[in-house]
């Protein structure tokens, strides 16, 4: 989405045209919103299922689906500093992402140093100070993580609407569904999707090809998360293609603490 928007921003600055160029902000701003809510549904929905698809053992599970819950509570805000970031490099403007991303890094760290460990004494300079905390464990981290997510959302989103910019948008214009945009939208953004998902798919294979020369026994090469659609057994090796098409993993023998072979 990122790159589908701003590189139509990019253009219709290159070509002198600042209305299209807050029309497409504008078109920006729906496919976040649909994006990040799509999203959001989708890992409320299947928290329970992905840490089971990751292999994830019985007493982490719990834990697991907590952190997911509470953490995808920021992926709106995430999809916003991934899209308006890019839209704010496409105009010129490439401090603000990095201050804005800076700030919640720093954020998550405070919010993790509080929300993880419950009041506790610490020693400071030779004095003992008592530190709060809500020891909320894994919960925390996932709240801490979403919380710093929203705040860069909102700083990054807000820049769309910097009205000391020539190019602004404002809440009382057409908000409406620009089919022609969209359209150049997805024809620029599904290639570069298919360049990533290449990368990642590239990535997975070159772990398979490098742990098979060093002698290391793959019990799994998966395409995709999920559920097994279709599988095939080579060797000691299961080769499996399954349901989510989402990366891929290599299970390589010893990485369970229960394998036969640690």
């Not at 497409?24 to 329970?48: C, E, K, N």
């Not at 705040?151 to 190019?167: M, N, P």
């Not at 990533?196 to 070159?206: H, K, P, S, Y």
């Not at 080769?239 to 891929?248: K, N, T």
Request: aromatic content about 10%; some cysteine; hydrophobic content about 50%.
């Amino acid at each position: 989405i990122g790159v589908g928007y701003s590189v139509q921003v990019a253009n219709a600055i290159g070509a002198g045209d600042p209305e299209q160029a807050r029309r497409v902000i504008r078109q920006a701003v729906l496919a976040t919103a649909a994006a990040g809510l799509a999203v959001l549904a989708v890992f409320q929905l299947l928290a329970s299922y992905i840490p089971v698809w990751l292999g994830a053992k019985p007493e982490v599970l719990p834990y697991a689906v907590e952190y997911l819950r509470f953490y995808s509570l920021g992926l709106p805000f995430a999809a916003a500093v991934s899209v308006f970031s890019s839209i704010l490099r496409c105009m010129g403007d490439t401090k603000r992402p990095l201050l804005f991303n800076t700030a919640a890094n720093l954020l998550n760290i405070v919010f993790n140093f509080f929300l993880i460990y419950e009041t506790r004494p610490v020693s400071l300079l030779g004095r003992t100070v008592t530190i709060p905390g809500a020891g909320l464990g894994v919960a925390g981290a996932a709240i801490a993580s979403a919380m710093a997510l929203a705040a860069a959302g909102v700083l990054t989103f807000r820049a769309a609407f910097d009205r000391r910019r020539e190019i602004h948008i404002e809440w009382g214009e057409d908000f409406h569904p620009d089919r022609a945009i969209i359209r150049q939208a997805a024809h620029l953004g599904v290639p570069y999707i298919a360049e990533r998902a290449t990368i990642n798919l590239g990535q997975v294979a070159m772990t398979f090809v490098v742990a098979k020369l060093g002698g290391i026994k793959v019990n799994e090469f998966a395409i995709g998360m999920g559920p097994t659609l279709l599988k095939k057994q080579k060797g000691d090796t299961t080769y499996a293609l399954r349901l989510v098409p989402i990366g891929g993993f290599v299970s390589m023998e010893g990485e369970d603490e229960d394998s036969p072979d640690p």
